[in-house]
């Protein structure tokens, strides 16, 4: 069984006992595989203390930006960790935990075998093994193989691995693949608990529904390159309208053209309004005597903003085919 209490009380402890957190500074990083620029000139940063999505349609470059922070590919830029490459703190497992492979275990051992070989790496007592299994929900199956293991359970197996060594800062890449609702639910608070005790965290994910009640943070990338970096609200602002349905559509667009809003036409009694506030736009209404049926602030969904922002960036599009 998924135990979020275990991981709350470690958050606890480690606020009590030290300073957590580490910030994350992604510098120019670029990397060609050939003549095809899989990253171009990247740059953004990761607070300590949010949740930040990793957004970007499929072969945007999300995956290698990933391995090129942890220096696991070679390219150009580079990625500091409290202001320092990764290769020069003493004790990179416990700076960053990482997990970018559903499926990155030897087909011999147990899962708890796997995770006691990842402890002894990174000095770690073998009894934290225990304790990260049931975190994640695998005691049961700790003797098991993990190649007999559902995606899920492997996608957990790795968590167990990233968070082994307690370290200040995530990086995962898909984490929630082939994890049923409940689990993707928990994984949501999971993340959530560990950002709030001042650690970062990096999450790609192409779920943006679930992305949107996880992240306090976005960075979108389409062809390698940045798109845009804010929170999801600043993100959806340039996506946010004004929905009126009143008694004279065109007699108050034509005023609140005047006064200096934007309009478009929405069925017979509808507008949609942008360049005013929904006090300005009542207002205006109320003044002309136009009784109002509807006034609704339309705030844009991170998929619909996402869409807009990366609509050149897909891989693939629709038409005819040749």
Known sequence: MLNLSLWTTTCSDARAGSVRGVSIDVQSV????????????????????????????????????????LGLDRGTGRTLFDGRPL??????????????????????RTARDHLRMLATNAGVPSARVDEVLATVGLTDVARRRPKTFSLGMAQRLGLAGAILARPRALMLDEPANGLDPQSIAWLREFLRHYAEAGNAVLVSSHLLSEMQQ?????????????????????????????????????????????????????????????????????????????????????????????????????EFAFGEAS
């Open 214 to 314: 996880m992240a306090d943070h976005v960075v979108v990338i389409a062809r390698g390159k940045l798109i845009a970096d804010g929170s999801i609200e600043e993100l959806s602002a340039s996506s946010t309208d004004i929905f009126v349905r009143c008694s004279d559509a065109a007699a108050l667009a034509d005023l609140l053209t005047r006064a200096g809003a934007t309009t478009t036409p929405e069925g017979s009694s509808g507008l949609a309004v942008t360049g005013m506030t929904t006090d300005e736009v009542g207002r205006v209404a109320f003044e002309a005597g136009i009784a109002v049926w509807e006034l609704t602030l339309r705030r844009a969904s991170l998929e619909e903003t996402f869409m807009q922002l990366t609509g050149e960036g897909q």
């Open 30 to 69: 670029s990397k060609s595989f050939g003549s095809v620029r899989a990253v171009d000139d990247l740059s953004f940063s990761v607070p300590d203390g949010k949740v930040t999505g990793f957004l970007g349609p499929n072969g945007a470059g999300k995956s290698t930006t990933m391995r090129l922070m």
């Open 87 to 108: 290769i020069d703190h003493p004790h990179a497992s416990e700076v960053v935990g990482t997990h970018l492979d559903a499926r990155p275990f030897l087909p011999g």
